[in-house]
């Protein structure tokens, strides 16, 4: 069975974004590979931030991922600063990564621009996304699109290694990107990609009143102005959720109605609550229950890093052997 991994930063609430573009699929291929999936609050702390902040987002996202269906019987969910094998292979790939390559990623250049000083930290970010791929030697990274060329870069990190140190065997595999077929999802003003930067997201854990406040003056066709103009479905960000979140009939349904003015917005906006009150409303309650029960989720994160610790200190010894460190 080949071996999954993927990261998620502890950056703010999940949003909708998350779940349906990353987290939802996770929860999936937990049932068909041995899953790895791991809270990255080492590179949470590449740009400024709050330590209290930090420590809570970082309980917050490991109870949403937790209750948005990762299962500690199918998936090992851990904390990454918990394994300290993280910092020490990325320390060893720094000195294989030529600097040309990082500074030619793009995320960093963009975080970069909004940094008034930069740290040495956000530019060796990608090495420790290597570091947390290869320390498991995992096959397969389902990640969103804007990771690929991270993920590349790992790659290459690995094949670097390989050749350096290991020449009659790839120690490490070349790790696949595993693209979300997800689309992106499209933010609340159906302009940009949803993300917390931008305010304008739904929170997984949110309350059905507090969704209908956003929903209701979200942007829908732009050019339906008037109740009575029929609607083009493809163009409306409400109808992209709806293909998200209600069942193909439904989906259907309110095409044909959208595209000959049978309903109104607000009508398509409240079949659509319905429909994220339906999946989100057990995850919602999940959280509650998880929230309720701190010792539990410590015990499973406890767990993660446990078994994780294992796996990276069998690789540490490889690594180091090979490369003469005692
Ligand atoms: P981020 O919060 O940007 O670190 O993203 C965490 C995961 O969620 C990554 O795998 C992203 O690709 C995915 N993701 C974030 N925002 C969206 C979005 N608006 N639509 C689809 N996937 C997203
Ligand atoms: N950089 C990833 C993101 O922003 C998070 C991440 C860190 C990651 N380490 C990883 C993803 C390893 C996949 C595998 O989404």
């Given at each position: 069975m080949s071996r999954i991994f993927s990261g998620i930063q502890p950056s703010g609430d999940l949003h909708i974004g998350n779940y349906l573009g990353a987290v939802k699929n996770w929860a999936q291929l937990q049932h068909r590979h041995e899953s790895i999936i791991c809270i990255v609050n080492l590179h949470a702390i590449t740009v400024p931030y709050e330590p209290r902040e930090l420590s809570s987002r970082t309980w917050e996202m490991a109870v949403s991922l937790l209750a948005a269906g990762l299962d500690p019987e199918h998936c090992t969910v851990f904390v990454q600063?918990?394994?300290?094998q993280h910092t020490e292979l990325s320390w060893i790939f720094n000195t294989i990564t030529p600097l040309g390559e990082l500074e030619r990623q793009t995320q960093f250049k963009e975080k970069a621009q909004r940094q008034e000083s930069v740290m040495a930290g956000l530019l060796n970010y990608p090495v420790l996304q290597a570091a947390d791929i290869l320390l498991y030697r995992a096959d397969l990274v389902p990640v969103g699109e804007d990771q690929v060329q991270h993920l590349e870069l790992s790659r290459e990190v690995a094949r670097k290694w390989n050749a350096r140190f290991s020449p009659q065997q790839d120690y490490f595999p070349e790790p696949k990107p595993l693209l979300t077929v997800t689309r992106r999802i499209m933010g609340l003003d159906g302009?940009?990609?949803?993300?917390k930067s931008m305010g304008n997201t739904i929170g997984l854990l949110e309350e059905p009143a507090a969704i209908w406040e956003k929903l209701r003056p979200a942007m829908t066709?732009?050019?339906?102005?008037?109740?009575?103009d029929p609607g083009t479905p493809e163009v409306c960000n409400i109808y992209q959720l709806h293909k998200a979140f209600s069942a193909p009939a439904t989906v259907e349904h309110v095409a044909k109605q959208c595209s000959t003015a049978g309903w109104g917005c607000i009508d398509c906006k409240k079949v659509l609550l319905e429909s994220m009150t339906g999946e989100m409303g057990p995850i919602r309650d999940r959280a509650l229950e998880l929230r309720a029960r701190p010792g539990r989720v410590e015990e499973i994160l406890q767990g993660g890093a446990e078994h994780c610790r294992l796996l990276a200190q069998e690789t540490m010894r490889q690594v180091k052997e090979k490369m003469g460190l005692p």
């Open positions: 600063s918990m394994v300290p302009q940009t990609k949803m993300s066709d732009p050019k339906r102005v008037r109740r009575t």
